[in-house]
Nanobody
Framework: QVQLVESGGGLVQAGGSLRLSCVASGNIFRINTMAWYRQAPGKERELVAAITSGGSTNYADSVKGRFTISRDNAKNTVFLQMNSLKLEDTAVYYC?????????WGQGTLVIVSS
């Protein structure tokens, strides 16, 4: 069993910054890709950013240049630094990890960007 615990969400004004964290624990052998997804009200869940075990990253076009994903393999933790936040970044952000071809999800953390 694998547990993911996210933190760092909250209310922020447009143009501000937030840093999300997600810690994985439990029966972890080796984490492959770690990622952040988000789901805005009335919309489908979408990939925000992902990082492989080797450190390669990819981002949704909508967040390129504003968000940065990173990971601490020793602590089984993934981060999402979000800068220059926009109203449209408002969503529930979910942590996702891949371990031995299985996908695990966090409970989500709410980010609200206000004008």
């Amino acid at each position: 069993q694998v547990q993911l615990v996210e933190s760092g969400g909250g209310l922020v004004q447009a143009g501000g910054s937030l840093r999300l964290s997600c810690v994985a624990s439990g029966n972890i052998f080796r984490i492959n890709t770690m990622a952040w997804y988000r789901q805005a009200p009335g919309k489908e869940r979408e990939l925000v950013a992902a990082i492989t075990s080797g450190g390669s990253t990819n981002y949704a076009d909508s967040v390129k240049g504003r968000f940065t994903i990173s990971r601490d393999n020793a602590k089984n933790t993934v981060f999402l630094q979000m800068n220059s936040l926009k109203l449209e970044d408002t969503a529930v952000y979910y942590c996702n990890v891949e371990i031995l071809s299985s996908q695990y999800w966090g409970q989500g953390t709410l980010v609200i960007v206000s004008s």
